[in-house]
């Protein structure tokens, strides 16, 4: 009989942000305002990286992974949520629900592992500058960004796996404008017990093992700045950190409350929801370049030699 149901299931119902359609009009032009500049402000700090060779540095090539990672991480959801507040039917296949949450698993962990690569990264810039050009080589940069994606899609495939066998019977009804595994747990009739434990797992990894990196290496970096005897010198270590700083702190909190609350369709899940997958990748070339100064140089160098070409 489970067989029978799940394969009368070939598509869910997201209910998205509102039910009505002026609400819904309003809420596309937003969007896609938001996609629109998300799209641009990191298409533009990603080419402003590898174009200027002053920002060829570990800190910078970073950088340039997580915003092509931001440009993936916002369109894994919102080109799907700008069609249905557009139309009637708001439907996704259970195919295409599964390769959301798929991508959203690689996104989101390889973001938690860049963030922790950076925090290193800045680790070793304060805590032993004198070495920093040996530790952070090539070698190791490139290690550490590659290993991140590769890591992450592995995860993402060991959670997707045992989503592939759940039967799913009775209602079909997404409360959300995006798939994620908590909302198909609730609609399952099979045994979850292997795919909570795969999913739990990876998020004590990719969640509170980065977490614990990033806290350690900032716990550091915070003991070494307190050890420098001029202000100016203190102000400064920490002006080389804090754009970063602001950043995990925005990711890891609204990643936190997103997934501690329970799946319910609540406004207040869905607020968090929208500013853990909409509003960081939007805000995150923003953060590196308002407080950056070699990154708004690079940025008038590089839109100077394009206009002049």
Known sequence: MALENHSTINEFI?????????VQALLFVLFLHIYLLTMTENLMLLLVTRADSHLHTPMYFF??????QDICFSSVTVPKLLENLLSQKKT??????????????????????????MAYDRFAAICHPLLYGQVMNSLLCQGLAWGSWGLSF????????????????????????SCDL????????SDLSSSFIVMLFSAFLNGFGTCLLIFYSYARIVSTILGISSSSG??????????????VLLFYGSAFLRYLM???????????SVQYSVVT???NPLIYSLKNNEVKTAMKRTLRKYLQF
Do not use: M, W
């Open 14 to 22: 997201l209910l998205g942000l509102s039910a009505d359609p002026h």
């Open 63 to 68: 950088l340039s992974h997580l915003s092509f």
């Open 92 to 117: 996704i296949s259970v195919k295409g629900c599964l390769v959301q949450i798929f991508f959203l698993f690689v996104n989101g962990s390889t973001e938690a592992c860049l963030l922790a690569a």
């Open 154 to 177: 592995l995860t993402a495939f060991f959670n997707i796996l045992p989503a592939l066998y759940l039967d799913f019977c009775g209602d079909y009804i997404i409360p959300h404008y």
């Open 182 to 189: 908590p909302s198909l747990f609730v609609l399952a009739c």
């Open 234 to 247: 203190r102000s400064k270590a920490f002006s080389t950190c804090s754009s970063h700083l602001t950043v």
């Open 262 to 272: 329970p799946t319910s369709g609540s406004t207040l899940e869905l607020i968090f």
């Open 281 to 283: 990748p939007l805000v």
